[in-house]
């Protein structure tokens, strides 16, 4: 049993509660490798940005738990030594998917967990929701929940059909379950092709436009929940750069398309305290790797690679940061 506070490693309560106060949110990245997360601590050190890291059961599967563990203490000492005297770092589980997968993390220093129980009729969300909120809270763990599946891959019934988040459920949710903040759905989703090209309109130079989010129903959570964190998964813009270079050096991604970061920050500006970000860096991580391996086909030392795909993160990490979540200089302590 390890505590996360002897990581130097903190939870989400008082993060939230300033970014709730202060209208930005805080960037949630995921990591699975050292070229990513070398890449969101510089990013962080330079803008002096709070972050959650956010570790998923497929990164605990292709990098193993334990190595990802380490990897976030490392960080601590490597953001300190970038500059940060008081750097705040959370490890946190994403979409944990058992009460047992919540409990290794928390024992073995994850300062935040999710219980994604959106998928289960709403008595037994609630159940194991509870379960792990009574579990993580003994250690001062925070807990997110989620009500209201997302399109896509959380939504296995069809991928056209999306339940939104209904706010008449969130109160006797979070009072039943005493979670530390809410995932909603309100029409983000996971991945690169969040929205069929049939379902946009297309602009004067003929780009595609996506549906506008159900901020109505961001709305009525909050009306209900004054003051409760909220958090937004699915949160990746679809950078149109990244994917033009992907498909100029090779690569076949079609009707890529995210979420306009105007809507983002309009919702960092609301409850909204932790935006998910995955997608725009593997996007950007895989522009730069093919323009290296097409430009200069003979070369074969990884760093030369994993280098300019390291650098292309860290400015977009650096640009969600800064112009859209606006969590730049928002350190408790600097
Ligand atoms: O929600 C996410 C991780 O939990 C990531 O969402 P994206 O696929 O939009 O980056
Ligand atoms: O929620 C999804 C995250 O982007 C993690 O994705 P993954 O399950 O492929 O690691
Ligand atoms: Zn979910
Ligand atoms: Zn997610």
Request: charged fraction near 25%.
């Amino acid at each position: 049993m390890i505590n996360y506070k002897d990581l130097g490693l903190v939870n989400t309560r008082d993060m939230f509660a300033r970014a709730m106060k202060g209208g930005y949110a805080i960037p949630a990245f995921n990591f699975n490798n050292m070229e990513q997360l070398q890449a969101i601590i510089q990013a962080c050190a330079e803008t002096k940005s709070p972050v959650i890291l956010q570790v998923s059961k497929g990164a605990r599967q292709y990098a193993n738990q334990t190595l990802l563990r380490y990897m976030a203490e490392g960080a601590v000492e490597y953001a300190k030594e970038l500059g940060l005297k008081h750097p705040e770092i959370v490890l946190h589980l994403d979409h944990g998917d058992s009460f047992e997968t919540c409990k290794s993390c928390i024992d073995m220093g994850f300062s935040s967990v999710m219980i994604d129980g959106s998928h289960l009729p709403y008595d037994e969300n609630v159940a194991l929701t509870k379960k792990v909120v009574d579990y993580a809270h003994q250690f001062d763990v925070t807990v997110e929940g989620e009500l209201g599946v997302l399109a896509g891959v959380e939504d296995e019934v069809s991928s056209d059909h999306h339940t939104y988040t209904r706010p008449e459920e969130v109160v006797d949710f979070v009072t039943k379950t005493g979670c530390d903040s809410l995932a909603i759905s309100i029409g983000t989703s996971h991945g690169a092709n969040k929205f069929k090209p049939e379902q946009c309109t297309r602009d004067a130079n003929g780009v595609l436009v996506p549906p506008p989010l159900a901020f109505d129903v961001l709305d009525g959570v909050m009306k209900e929940l004054p003051g409760f964190p909220i958090v937004l998964h699915g949160s990746s813009s679809v950078p149109q750069e990244e994917v033009a270079t992907i498909n100029k050096y090779g690569g076949a991604l079609k009707d890529a398309i995210g979420i306009p970061e105007e809507e983002l920050r309009k919702a960092a500006a609301s409850a909204v305290c932790k935006i998910n970000i995955d997608s725009d860096s593997r996007l950007a991580m895989t522009a730069a790797i093919r323009k290296v391996f097409v430009e200069k086909p003979a070369e074969f030392d990884p760093r030369k690679y994993l280098g300019p795909a390291r650098d292309n993160m860290k400015k977009l990490y650096e640009h969600k940061i800064v112009s859209v979540l606006g969590s730049a200089g928002k350190l408790a302590e600097e």
